[in-house]
C-alpha cells in the first residue's frame, strides 16, 4: 500500500492572499509531491478565505498535473449550522468545492456546544489528523477560542492556552508552514 501524506490548512477567513502567498503554497504542494510521489491528502473545512484559497489552488494543481490529490473537508459541525456561517453567495462557492472533493464529513458534535468551541474542535481534528499543517496567519498573538492564533497557540505547545497550566508538547511531526499574511481591514 502506497503512504499518503496528509496536510491540514488552518488560517484567517478574511485573510488577503496575495500572488506571493499564492505561488509559496503552489510551491510547497510541488516540492512534497516531487521529493515523496505520495498521494497527498488535504484537511480543509473549506471556511471562506484562507481554507479556501489553498483548496482552491491545490485543486487546481491537482486538475493541472493529473497527481493524486485528494481533498477531504471535515466540517466543525452539522452541514446545516455550517452552512449558516456562510453568505448566500459564498455558500454557492463552498458546494461547488465540495463537490470537487473526496470526502465530506461532520465531525461529531454534543448539542448545544458554542460554535466558537465547535471551531476550535474542527482545527484540533485538522491538526492532529495532518503530517503538517499550512497557516496563514497574521501574526497577531490575540487568541480567540477557534481562532487562527488558538490554533498556531496549539499547534506549537500541544495545548491551548486556557488549559490550566497543563503543559504539552508541539502535535505536529513537521514544523508547520506559516506563511504571514494581511487581513482586510487590518494594517
Known sequence: MKKVITIGVIGHRDAIIT????QKIKQFFNKLWQ?????IILLSPLAIG???AVAEIFLAQKI?????????????????????????RDFIHFEALCKQADKVFSLPTTVNTPRRKQFRQGAKYIIESS??????????PHRIM???????????????????????????WNPPLIIFCKRHGFG
Open 146 to 172: 477557534g481562532g487562527t492564533a488558538d490554533s498556531v497557540f496549539y499547534l506549537q505547545h500541544g495545548h491551548y492556552d486556557d488549559s490550566n497550566g497543563s503543559v504539552g508538547q508541539p502535535i505536529t
Open 19 to 22: 500572488k506571493v502567498i499564492q
Open 35 to 39: 521529493k515523496t510521489q505520495c498521494p
Open 50 to 52: 484562507a481554507d479556501t
Open 131 to 140: 503530517q503538517q499543517t499550512i497557516v496563514l496567519w497574521d501574526g497577531n
Open 64 to 88: 493541472q498535473t493529473k497527481r493524486d490529490y485528494r481533498l477531504q473537508v471535515p466540517l466543525p459541525m452539522p452541514f446545516s449550522d455550517y452552512q449558516n456561517t456562510f453568505s448566500a
